[in-house]
Structure formats: structure tokens, C-alpha cells
């Protein structure tokens, strides 16, 4: 028994302190992989994710002033990537309306959000749909699947909707990426063909889809909404096993590419992005499932 305990807590002691990381790859290759943000402060980013997300910061390669190739914070089932450029309009303005996130206690959650003086901005959202949702009692409302739910917004415009989910075993992990747009099935059914994926509704609503560690949901909006690149949400990203060749498959069935596929030693990572047909930038990457 002395033996037995002695084994068990050196290895206990071997397992990483941090255990964030992406789902597994589905039967395809795939996996939910990132999004990536456009900040004016990269310090301030980093701090709000390591500090209320519990984020572990990840730095990559260097430039000829030092500073790194590539920023990213990995969080459960993904990662945030950032880059230091001011956005061009927040992502309430374009079809990338959000990206989502379960918390285990919800007041907690946002006690430590406002005592860091950070906006929650549930009643913002609540005012622009021209209704108050059901249960909404100014910092929350009751959401599609029946949970507490609320919006946040990062200080460049990233919008981020919370719901409450007693039964986590982290504090906090990724949950979904929110498309608004006309014609929102039409996008969803480009997304189900291109990713080969079962449309699944979640909660209340029935226009979404699921790849590995996140939902994917589509709603509708007002027109005029704008493509990704520049603002506040500048891509979304999926983690692909064996990336060159599935490139290949999207180019025969005529995606084209906006970067072909390539590899960057620098930052352990092997890139290429498209953009889908509403204007969301997709990047797919083969590597980050090691940082």
C-alpha cells in the first residue's frame, strides 16, 4: 500500500499543471481551434483571459524587434489568438456576432468581471434585439437551453455570451461561435456540407451544427452585416489532422484559398485560410494541438 501511494502521487505530480487543450479529432480530422482577435492592448487581452478565463499564454517564434511571431492563450476545448492591430468595428457589426463560453457559477463570474472594471453588457444586447429575452433581469436572462446566460464584452468590442453550467468540472470552457446574418441556413448548410456535420439543434434553437469541443449556431439578423477581416473577431479557426490533404480535397471541390497551405516552422505551425461565403475568415491550422 506504501508502494502503491508513493507511485500514485509521483504521478500525479507528473501531470502538467495546466491541462487545457482541444477537443479530440473527430473521424475526419477535425477539431474546434481558435479565434482570433484584433487588440489595441495585447497586455490587457492576455490578463483578462489568463486571469477570468483561466488561459495559459502561449509565445511563438520572434521578430526582428523581439517580439513574438505568434500570441495565444489556450483555453479549454480553445484557444485565443491574438493580434496588435486596433479593429476596424466590434464584432456585433459583422456575421461573427459572438463567441461563447461555459462558466460554472455565473455571479461569481461576473462579480470578478465588473471588480475589473469590465463591462457586462447583457442589457446592450437585450436593447439591440428591441425585446427583453425571457428571464432577463439586466445582467441575465434565461437562454435557449434553459440556463443562465449573459453577454460580456472584451475593451476592443469582442462580444462574449456566458451560460452558467453547475455541473463543470473546470471553472470555465469553450462552448460556441455565434454567426447572425440573413439567410443563416443557407450559410449553416455550407458549413455541414464543407465540414461533413449533422445539423443539431441546441436548446431552442435549431440552426446549429457541432464539431469537436464547440457548437456552431446561426441565426438571423438585419442586412448589412460585414466580413470578419480587420474587426474585432478577424477569423475563426478549425484544427485539422493531416491539413495538407484536406486542402487538398477543398480544392477539388472548388474552395478557393485566400492563403494556400503552408508551414511556418517558427510557430510549430502549419496554416491556410478561406474565407466562407457570408465573409468569415476560417484559418485551418495543424499544430496547435501541441501548444
Known amino acids: 500500500m506504501r508502494i502503491f501511494s508513493v507511485i500514485t502521487l509521483l504521478c500525479l505530480l507528473s501531470v502538467p499543471a495546466h491541462s487545457q487543450m482541444l477537443a479530440s479529432f473527430n473521424e475526419d480530422g477535425l477539431t474546434y481551434g481558435h479565434v482570433h482577435l484584433n487588440v489595441s492592448d495585447m497586455d490587457r487581452h492576455i490578463q483578462i483571459l489568463e486571469d477570468h478565463f483561466g488561459g495559459r499564454t502561449v509565445r511563438k517564434g520572434s521578430n526582428a ?62 436593447a439591440a434585439l428591441g425585446s427583453e429575452p425571457n428571464g432577463f433581469t439586466g445582467d441575465t436572462f434565461v437562454g435557449a437551453e434553459g440556463q443562465i446566460n449573459a453577454f460580456i464584452d472584451f475593451p476592443n468590442g469582442a462580444r462574449v455570451e456566458l451560460q452558467e453550467d453547475q455541473g463543470l468540472q473546470q471553472e470555465v470552457t469553450g462552448y460556441h461561435i455565434h454567426f447572425n446574418l440573413e439567410g443563416h441556413e443557407e450559410l449553416l448548410a455550407w458549413y455541414t456540407d464543407i465540414f461533413n456535420l449533422e445539423v443539431r439543434p441546441r ?11 464547440m457548437n456552431m449556431s446561426f441565426g438571423g ?58 465573409g468569415v475568415r476560417i484559418e485551418f491550422t495543424e499544430g496547435y494541438d501541441e501548444y
Not at 485565443?80 to 457559477?105: I, Q, W
Not at 431552442?204 to 469541443?213: C, D, E, L
Request: glycine share 8%; charged share 20%.
Open 65 to 126: 524587434q523581439g517580439e513574438p511571431l505568434l500570441t495565444a492563450i489556450v483555453l479549454n476545448n480553445t484557444l485565443v489568438a491574438l493580434s496588435p492591430s486596433d479593429p476596424s468595428m466590434p464584432s456585433s457589426e459583422t456575421v461573427m456576432d459572438h463567441f461563447g463560453f461555459k462558466v460554472r457559477n455565473m455571479e461569481r463570474f461576473l462579480d470578478k468581471w465588473r471588480a475589473d472594471g469590465l463591462p457586462v453588457t447583457t442589457t446592450q444586447w437585450a
Open 203 to 213: 436548446g431552442a434553437i435549431g440552426t446549429t451544427t457541432n464539431v469537436p469541443g
Open 221 to 278: 439578423s438585419r442586412p448589412g452585416r460585414q466580413a470578419t477581416q480587420g474587426s474585432a473577431i478577424d477569423h475563426i479557426g478549425f484544427e485539422i489532422d493531416g491539413l495538407e490533404e484536406f486542402c487538398r480535397k477543398l480544392e477539388a471541390a472548388g474552395i478557393e484559398f485566400q492563403v494556400p497551405y503552408r508551414e511556418i516552422p517558427a510557430i510549430d505551425l502549419n496554416i491556410a485560410y478561406i474565407i466562407d461565403p457570408r
